[in-house]
């Protein structure tokens, strides 16, 4: 029987790649046979990650994926390294707390440009026939359930988050004749550093209650990756223009 969920041999393009959710997802993806491009700003996490994965030809680069003319020079030297792209996952992201009063447009701009914008420029890059495998390519957007259920005083990362969400649709029906699929997962809260981070500053109560609202309680970083996962794969072949929820219930409340 042919293991429909390999990801042998293909090439997959990771940001976010220096910790949490990107890290993993690149650790698993490694694990299932593929060849991973880190990208992120930290040189000495990416190093970590690369340390972490399974054999393979991996390479990383380090950058901030806001300056957008950066951006195809690397990919560029990565296909000249590896070959071309058959996987994209877009995990680079930023968090922002502030209510409305304060939010300005700058503030906007800078989790647009990190959560939404940059991951685009990424899928545009990519598309050009010079860095696609000729049989097509998977990208996967890592959105969040913020995105469609709101927060307090993160107006600015739902924005960022819903964007995904609804552009990936219009992605997907652009790219089919090139025979790439585009397809969204929404987590819920998952145990990474930013989260560790986050339950130290509230007071137990509200770690509680964030908890208590994931009936399955709170996820790991694999459970997103195996989702991810599953989408670049074959097993997901007919499967484009959607979003995964991965959030142990949250929605389902």
Known sequence: MINSFTLKDRNIVITGASSGIGRQCAISCS???????????????????L??????????????ITKYDKIEPIIKDAVSKVGEISGFINSAGIGMTLPLKLLKPIHYMKVLGINTI?????????????????????????????????DVGNIAYCI????????????????????????????GVVKTDMTKKLFEKISKEARNSLINKHPLGIGNA????????????????????????VDGGYCAK
């Open 51 to 64: 340390r972490q994965l399974d054999k393979g030809n991996h390479l990383y680069y380090s950058l901030d």
């Open 160 to 187: 960022s988050k819903g964007a995904l969400i609804s552009s990936v649709k219009a992605m997907a029906l652009e790219l089919t004749t090139k025979y790439i699929r585009v397809n969204c997962v929404l987590p």
């Open 222 to 245: 694999e459970d997103v990756a195996f989702a991810c996962i599953y989408l670049l794969s074959d097993a997901s072949k007919w499967i484009t223009g959607t979003n995964l929820i």
């Open 31 to 49: 694990i299932m046979g593929a060849n991973i491009i880190l990208i992120a700003r930290n040189e000495e996490r990416l190093k970590e990650t």
């Open 118 to 150: 940059s991951g685009f420029e990424i899928a545009r890059i990519i598309s050009k026939k010079k860095y696609l495998k000729k049989e097509g390519a998977s990208y996967v957007f890592i959105s969040s359930v913020m995105g469609i259920v709101g």
